[in-house]
């Protein structure tokens, strides 16, 4: 079945770059997707990418997708202390609108002063 | 400001018991989910709705029940709880979009503990 694997765990210095990797296995899903959840939260969306695409650039943000080898990196530039977090990438459910999505395990993201 | 509500942030509750937990969007969305929340295992999908009175089984059912009376209400069942059900619960709407259906919005979640 569906699934999409992540690293558990990230620890980047304040104003390094943080990569955090994900793969998954539905090459049928229209969109891929980042969440992050702060402590004591739920998920917000960070942002997505429609699976035709293979960079999508918003400020810090720098999403990659590699649809051949079906893995997505989100990019963090200068990160922040403010970017501690977990990051959830997700895909679709299948193909069409389902509303329904596949999380991976969620990375921690540990940003140290 | 949108907002998904869930009742409880936190719960305690003993083995056997009928438990209850809530979740209220304000959104006007027909989707709406309950997901738990495990360390190292994400997000499992248990049940969604996607319209009043309907439901469908996610991939964890088990154990679980859901009800949709209202739009803005979807209820998660626990009939008789067990400890493997001590986790965070997190509750999710989404609407059906031009681009796309999987914007989910979460609440804040609920950590029930079973003893």
């Known amino acids: 079945g569906e699934d999409v694997e992540q690293s558990l765990f990230l620890s980047v210095r304040e104003g390094d770059s943080s990569v955090i990797n994900c793969t998954y296995t539905d090459s049928s899903s229209t969109y891929l997707y980042w969440y992050k959840q702060e402590p004591g939260a739920g998920l917000q969306l960070l942002t997505y990418?429609?699976?035709?695409?293979d960079m999508k650039q918003d400020q810090r943000l720098t999403v990659l997708l590699n649809k051949k080898d079906k893995h997505l990196s989100l990019r963090i530039a200068d990160t922040q202390t403010g970017d501690s977090a977990i990051y959830f990438c997700?895909?679709?459910f299948g193909s069409g609108n389902t509303g329904k999505l596949i999380f991976g395990q969620g990375t921690t993201l540990q940003v140290k002063p | 400001d949108v907002k998904v509500t869930q009742s409880s942030r936190y719960l305690v509750k003993r083995t056997g018991e009928k438990v209850f937990l809530e979740c209220v969007q304000d959104m006007d969305h027909e989707n709406m989910f309950w997901y738990r929340q495990d360390p190292g295992l994400g997000l499992r999908l248990i049940y969604f709705?996607?319209?009043?009175?309907?439901?469908e089984k996610g991939d964890i059912p088990e154990g679980y029940s859901v009800s949709r009376e209202k739009k803005e209400r979807f209820s998660l069942i626990l009939e008789s709880a067990s400890t493997n059900q001590t986790s965070m619960y997190l509750c999710?709407?989404?609407?059906?979009?031009?681009?796309?259906?999987?914007?989910?919005?979460f609440g804040s979640g609920t950590q029930l503990s079973v003893l």
């Open positions: 999710a709407s989404s609407s059906p979009g031009v681009t796309t259906n999987e914007k989910l919005f």
């Open positions: 997700a895909e679709s």
């Open positions: 709705s996607y319209d009043v009175k309907m439901k």
């Open positions: 990418i429609f699976s035709n695409m």
